[in-house]
């Protein structure tokens, strides 16, 4: 990276020596050693080896780093280096007293009506060193965040043809009706510009899985994203703080069940002929709108369709039979619904619906594959050894320990069969494995195990593990069908699954089976 940095000794414009110092302090990102912060080792690092330099390189490499460092604590250990090496007598560039001096001009959001991206430009004027013998020179700064990923940034780039690009824009917007170019203040664009960031960052550095957008696409920690990354945070420090953060609007429960009651009652969604699984789908694509599109449930558009059906909603919702069928016909009666109301006009509402329906076969697969709902292959084997993908959603219910890392590695837990459904129930009910009588097998208690569901009428444990295993066959078999379709709407109501499983143990303490126990169970 020294020898790289010896590159800005010959530059005149501190905008180019930045473009350097931001694609080397991006060349790490997203790099993971486990124990280790890789920002700080490497980017610390950094500093500290180029002050022991004490070369004009290595001043310059300082310099660019005290502006564009990607810690507050990495640009002050920079400028004290620069500040010590100047001292001893070390030649700097002549663009080093200049660099990240900048003052912000100019804010703009180019989109289209559809809503999927916003990009982001901002204009700065870069005040140089009179007596480098330069002018002030303007630079636009574009940051392009995609809606349908999260509201990530996709790319980052810069231009110096300020004028061209605004114009560009502005022609765009008036020769194209679905074009949008609109001027924003710099408080705002610095508000949506950091909310960008964080989201992006939280996406590279949470967990342990590949920085990846949601959906697919390219990873985020290579080409001109990760190289712009250091200069576009500069840039936006250089921007107003805004006085309140932007927020996403909020969509509380009952707001939400009001629109889902507005559609279900219009013209669009009369010809849908089955109501509930109509409402379960409708509260899907709303649940999306708002907690994925930013407070936006009304906004459609192809990519967004897509996204909702081939990406988010297989992994996120299991969806029964009746709701898959329904679901590409309730989408379509929502798009042509919300899209007059969000301001499409109807040639855009039109493509939006052609997206549904050539989506409609990839969904229709993605259903087909339970793996796609984020299980692991060997759990689907126990969960589904007939094939059934609908008893998918009530057996996840009845044995949820399936999914977890606790149990997994472990042949013996087969729901299938009686014994392994009562040793599946043992661990759930008691974080006991084994035949309880004192001893367990390979698996202690979990670290906060599940809470013993204590019913009034079993009182012992033997009995309240029998009175588990009765209501967990019956929940395997789907019998009688009301018995999930009780639980389905009492855990649509907000009861947790300890509760639900005490009501339902109750009812079939108290109930035989026929009629008088469908009837109790629909009652509930």
């Known amino acids: 990276m020294l020898r790289a940095a010896r590159s800005l000794l010959a530059m005149r414009h501190p905008l180019d020596a930045e473009l350097v110092v931001s694609e080397l302090l991006g060349s790490w990102w997203g790099q993971r050693v486990p124990g280790v912060d890789v920002e700080r080792v490497l980017g610390e690092g950094l500093v500290s080896y180029a002050a022991g330099t004490g070369s004009p390189a290595g001043l310059a490499l300082l310099a660019g780093i005290s502006a564009l460092g990607t810690s507050e604590r990495q640009r002050r250990l920079a400028t004290e280096a620069v500040t010590e090496l100047i001292g001893h007598g070390v030649a700097g560039p002549s663009w080093a007293a200049s660099v990240g001096r900048v003052r912000p001009l100019e804010c703009h959001v180019s989109g289209s009506l559809f809503g999927d991206t916003d990009e982001i430009v901002c204009t700065f004027r870069s005040d140089i060193d009179a007596a480098a013998g330069e002018q002030t020179a303007e630079h636009a700064l574009i940051a392009v965040v995609d809606h349908n990923a999260g509201g990530v940034l996709r790319d980052v780039w810069v231009t110096t043809k300020v004028e061209r690009l605004l114009a560009h824009c502005r022609d765009e917007a008036e020769a194209n009706p679905m074009a949008t170019f609109e001027t924003v203040t710099p408080e705002r664009a610095r508000g949506l510009l950091e909310a960008a960031l964080e989201r992006t960052e939280s996406l590279v550095n949470g967990g342990d899985r590949p920085a990846r957008l949601p959906g697919g696409g390219d990873g985020l920690t290579g080409g001109s994203l990760a190289a712009h990354r250091a200069l ?222 204590q019913h009034p009428e079993v009182p012992e444990p033997e009995e309240t593990l029998a009175a588990h295993e009765r209501l967990a066959e019956r929940l395997w078999h789907g019998d009688p069908p009301a018995l999930w379709n009780a639980a389905q709407r009492l855990l649509d109501r907000g009861h947790s699954r300890s509760a639900v499983l005490e009501t339902l143990l109750d009812v079939l303490g108290e109930t035989g089976d026929g009629e008088d126990l469908d009837e109790r169970l629909d009652d509930l």
Not at 239 to 247: I, N
Not at 257 to 284: G, I, M, P, Q
């Open 232 to 453: 576009l945070s500069a840039r936006v420090r250089a921007l107003p703080r805004p006085q309140k953060p932007v927020g996403i609007p909020s969509w509380r429960r009952d707001r939400r069940a009001v629109l889902a009651a507005r559609f279900l009652a219009s013209d669009a969604a009369a010809e849908l002929s089955d109501s509930y699984a109509a409402s379960r789908c409708v509260d899907h694509i709303i649940d999306y709108g708002c907690d994925v599109d930013f407070g936006r449930p009304l906004r459609v558009s192809p990519r967004k369709v897509e996204a909702f059906l081939l990406s988010w909603l297989p992994r996120r919702v299991v969806l029964l039979p009746a709701e898959q069928e329904a679901m590409p016909h309730v989408l379509a009666a929502w798009i042509r619904w919300a899209g007059p109301r969000g301001g499409l006009p109807e040639i855009a509402v039109g493509a939006t619906l052609d997206a549904v329906w050539e989506s409609t076969a990839a969904f229709t697969r993605s259903y087909r594959d339970p793996s796609s709902f984020g299980l692991r292959h060997d759990a689907v084997r126990r969960l589904l050894p007939d094939g059934d993908l609908s008893a998918l959603p009530r057996r996840m219910f009845a044995f949820p320990l399936l999914a977890s890392d606790l149990v997994w590695e472990e042949t013996g837990l087969d729901p299938s069969t009686a014994e392994g459904r009562r040793a599946l129930l043992r661990l759930d009910l008691f974080g006991e494995y084994g035949d309880g009588s004192g001893g367990r097998g390979r698996h202690s208690a979990p670290e906060e195990p599940a809470p013993r569901l």
